[in-house]
């Protein structure tokens, strides 16, 4: 192929490629989705770890409430990454699992226990709220009270 029909078929093709425009959650919105999750939890006397990803389940930040037991600093974080990975609540594969899909036990990168839901934006991910500490209801109440605020952000 001669190097002036190369350059004519690719340039087209270069004009036409655009970068996607996409928000990001920011640590502000990540400390005001968790401080709503941390309210929900002392309004119950609970304690609990607050986790809240980026689209790609890396840690924004982390809010671990005094008297918390120290595993669910790590399963608040691997609830928020299930959520990101998976584009669902936590327990959804709960659910799955409870009704006999023992399958998804299988799937890498998965923690299907409630706790962990994905921060939307339509249909794109921007994040997600993981929390543990409590009974799976309670960390789930927990998170979806993080995700409220969340749905107001702009």
Do not use: C
Not at 14 to 34: D, G, H, N, S, V
Not at 92 to 105: F, H, K, V, Y
Not at 119 to 137: C, F, H, K
């Amino acid at each position: 192929m001669s190097k002036a029909l190369f350059v004519a078929v690719l340039i087209p093709l270069m004009a036409e490629a655009q970068l996607a425009t996409k928000k990001a959650l920011t640590l502000e919105a990540a400390k005001q989705i968790a401080a709503a999750a941390e309210a929900e939890a002392k309004k119950n006397n609970w304690t609990m770890v607050i986790a809240v990803v980026d689209d790609g389940g890396h840690l924004i930040y982390l809010e671990r409430m005094d008297s918390t037991q120290i595993g669910s600093v790590e399963v608040a974080q691997e609830k928020a990454m299930t959520a990101v990975r998976f584009k669902r609540p936590t327990k959804s594969l709960e659910d799955n699992i409870a009704s006999g899909r023992q399958a998804l036990l299988k799937l890498p990168g998965a923690t299907p226990i409630e706790g962990g839901l994905p921060i939307m934006n339509g249909s794109e991910v921007l994040g997600a709220i993981g929390v543990s500490g409590g009974t799976s209801p309670q960390d789930g109440q927990v998170a979806a009270a993080g995700l409220a605020v969340a749905s107001k952000l702009k």
